[in-house]
């Protein structure tokens, strides 16, 4: 009888969603979007969302401040600041996410939907 009480769906968070307004980060700021597995960065240009899973495996790859590169702790790939790949064995850069601005002013990421390498929200 208890069990017709829970449904038996899955329910996982949506692909998009917001996060803080273009104002709260700073040029050449790379950010992790914490519990999204995603990173914001901006630039002089503007901004871009990079999945933070490698392309090899999937495992996620850690920025290094100090060095300016995404490193993957599984295998040793590595990355530029913009997912382009240079080192160890993934074969294509990190997954750009779609990134727009929201009604409310705040950046929108969309995870379902990658674009090219070229692709900027402008300052
Ligand atoms: Fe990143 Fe293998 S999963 S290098």
């Known amino acids: 009888v208890l069990r017709c009480l829970y449904p038996r769906a899955l329910y996982e968070a949506s692909k998009i969603f917001n996060v803080d307004s273009p104002e709260s980060y ?49 295998h040793g790939s590595r990355f530029h600041k913009d997912g382009v790949n240079f080192a160890g064995p993934a074969p294509r850069p990190l997954d750009r996410l779609y990134l727009s601005l929201s009604s409310d002013g705040h950046l929108e990421i969309d995870k379902g939907k990658t674009v090219g390498l070229d692709y900027r929200l402008k300052a």
């Open 26 to 74: 700073k040029i050449g700021s790379v950010n992790l979007v914490t519990g999204r597995g995603v990173w914001i960065v901006r630039e002089q240009e503007g901004f871009y969302a990079i999945l933070a899973k490698c392309t090899h495996l999937g495992c996620q790859p850690i920025w290094y401040e100090d060095h300016q590169v995404f490193k993957c702790p599984c």
